[in-house]
């Protein structure tokens, strides 16, 4: 009787204590599960918080670079680099313009901010590769000389205009039929697009620090150009020539072609209206906000006439690392050239 009863006991505690342990599991379980959600609600949040945080300082960056480019059009005249528009706003805590303001936020999270405006007509433009239905000597021959200084292969050129060509004539074809919309579709609207028309990631790469994607034919600003953009939109040209120029525009900015054209002090070289420009008109903003481990940044077209400056288009990115375009200074004009063909 009182082996049974042992027995009995010691069967009814290894089941309490299975009981309890099971109990034990299930509430770990349901807690770790609530935790978990409740760990992800907190990184949702978190990471909507830091979006809306960046989407309204970025856009308050940008509102910023239009104010700038606004007031530099009401003295008129050239725009060159001496131009406060085109000083880059290096890397930055936000809470120092906090300060500066006399106001106070909330400096727990580290925020950064950098930020420049790059003169895009200081570079070629895509759209001067046609003029009106046809293809343009004149923008086609610059782009020529273009490949030809950076090595690229003449077919890439060839296949880049032939489809510009055509796409130019789809969108005037779509505008007869009261569709301007679909020139979006049609017509490529930033450069990384152009993959779109032919070229491969190589050349395309090598063409981006001196091409421009602009909604109309431009014309070259002499004062804000790089060396291999003048050589390439000015027939006779040299490299010397164009560092010539840059040199003496440093010193004293370019307030006319006349001026360019003594500066240079080569009569074989011409600079024409037709071409080229001391002024300009569209400017693409850069801005970068950091928080943290996270990088924010955007790139915006700008289009300025007279004292409107309006917004063409945004592109906005995450990542992780830092992008060297958003940080790198101003240097359209100051690009190094590349390898030469000899």
Same mark, same amino acid.
């Given at each position: ?67 700038? +480019? ?26 120092? &313009? ?27 433009? !895509? ?19 273009? &490949? ?45 697009? +152009? ?58 900015? &370019? ?45 915006? +077209? !700008? ?40």
């Amino acid at each position: 009787m009182n082996l049974l009863t042992t027995r009995y006991g010691s069967r009814q505690s290894g089941a309490a204590l299975l009981s309890a342990m099971l109990t034990v599991t299930l509430v770990a379980s349901f807690a770790s599960a609530a935790l978990w959600q409740q760990y992800r609600s907190f990184q949702v949040e978190s990471a909507e918080r830091s979006r809306l945080q960046s989407s309204l300082i970025l856009t308050g960056a940008l509102d910023w670079a239009r104010l700038i +480019l606004r007031e530099d059009a009401r003295t008129g005249g050239a725009d060159h680099l001496a131009e406060p528009w085109a000083v880059p706003l290096e890397e930055a805590r936000l809470s120092s &313009f906090l300060a500066v303001d006399g106001t106070s936020g909330d400096t727990s999270q580290d925020a950064f901010l950098s930020g420049l405006i790059v003169d895009m007509q200081g570079r070629l433009n !895509v759209a001067n590769l046609v003029e009106g239905a046809v293809m343009s000597e004149t923008g086609l021959a610059s782009f020529q000389r273009l &490949f030809d200084r950076l090595d690229l292969p003449p077919q890439a050129l060839k296949v880049l205009s032939e489809n510009y060509l055509e796409a130019s004539k789809n969108v005037n074809a779509a505008a007869t039929v009261n569709a301007p919309n679909q020139a979006d579709l049609l017509l490529p609207q930033r450069l990384s697009q +152009l993959l779109w028309l032919g070229l491969d990631t190589a050349t395309l790469d090598a063409l981006t620090p001196y091409l421009a994607m602009l909604p109309v034919r431009t014309l070259v600003n002499l004062n804000t150009a790089s060396a291999l953009v003048l050589t390439a939109s000015t027939p006779g040209l040299d490299m010397a020539g164009a560092e010539k120029l840059i040199a003496a525009r440093a010193r004293k900015h &370019f307030s006319t072609l006349s001026d360019a054209t003594a500066a240079l002090g080569n009569p074989a070289v011409v600079f024409t209206e037709s071409v080229h420009s001391v002024a300009s008109r569209f400017f693409e903003v850069r801005g970068q906000l950091r928080l943290d481990d996270l990088t924010v940044f955007e790139r915006s +077209l !700008v289009q300025r006439d007279g004292l409107s400056v309006r917004t063409l288009w945004r592109v906005r990115g995450v990542s992780n690392d830092v992008p060297a375009s958003a940080t790198s200074r101003n240097t359209s004009a100051r690009t190094p050239a590349p390898a030469l063909r000899p």
